[in-house]
C-alpha cells in the first residue's frame, strides 16, 4: 500500500523559511516522479514544484525562486524548501506520487503552512 | 499556460440522478487530463485520467470523455458518498494547471 506522510508545517512570520519533508512506502520511490500541490484556506488546488527520478525540476512561477524541492532516495523521502515566505504561501500542502506524464495518483494527508505576522 | 475552466460552479443534484461536470481548456491537447474528487477534510482522490481511463477502484458510474479544449465528466447515478468537489488537471504542458472545482451538493 502506498503511503506518503507529509510533516513541517508551521506558523511562520512573513520572510519566514521551511522545509518540508515527505516519506514515502509501498513502491519504488527512486523510480518515481514526486509533486508538491498546495490548497490555500477555502480554495482550489495549485502545482507547485515536481521532481523527476533523473534530477528535473519544475516550478510554478508563483514560487520559483523561492522553494526548491529535492529528494533523497536512500531515506524515500522528498523535501520542499520554502523561503521569503508570503501570506499568499499559506495552505494545506500535499506531497503527490506522479503517475505517467505527471497526473497525481496517490495524495498524502497534506500539512499545513501559515504564514502570518 | 494552459488555464482550465470548470463549470458550473455548484451542481445540486438528487441522489440517484445523473450529474455532469464540464472542464474547458484555453489551449487544445489531446487526452492528457485527469479528474479529481475531494471530500471534505480529506486529500483529492485520482479518478479519471487519459480524460476518460478510471483510475483503480473507482466504481463505474464515473465516466470521463472528450478531447481538445472540452472535456466532461459524468457520474451516472450519483450516491450519497459522491457529494463533493471535483477538480480537472491537465498534465500536457507546464505548469500543470487545475480547474477551479465544481461542488455536487445534495438538492
Known sequence: EVQ???SGGDLLQPGGSLTLSCAASGF??????MSWVRQAPG????????????????????????????RDNSKNTLYLQTSSLRAEDTAVYYCTKD?????????GQGTLVTVSS | EIVMTQSPATLSVSPGDRATLSCRASQSFNINLAWYQQK??????????GASTRATGIPARFSGSG??????????SLQSEDF???YCQQ?????????????VEIK
Open chain 1, 43 to 70: 480554495k482550489g488546488l495549485e502545482w507547485v514544484s515536481t521532481m523527476n527520478p533523473n534530477g528535473n525540476t519544475y516550478y510554478a512561477d508563483s514560487v520559483k525562486g523561492r522553494f526548491t524541492i529535492s
Open chain 2, 84 to 86: 463533493a468537489v471535483y
Open chain 1, 4 to 6: 506518503l506522510v507529509e
Open chain 1, 99 to 107: 503517475g505517467k506524464l505527471h497526473l497525481f495518483d496517490q495524495w
Open chain 2, 67 to 76: 478531447s481538445g479544449t472540452e472535456f466532461t465528466l459524468t457520474i451516472s
Open chain 1, 28 to 33: 519504488t520511490f527512486s523510480s518515481n516522479a
Open chain 2, 91 to 103: 498534465y500536457n504542458n507546464w505548469p500543470l494547471t487545475f480547474g477551479g472545482g465544481t461542488k
Open chain 2, 40 to 49: 471534505p477534510g480529506q486529500a483529492p482522490r485520482l479518478l479519471i485520467y
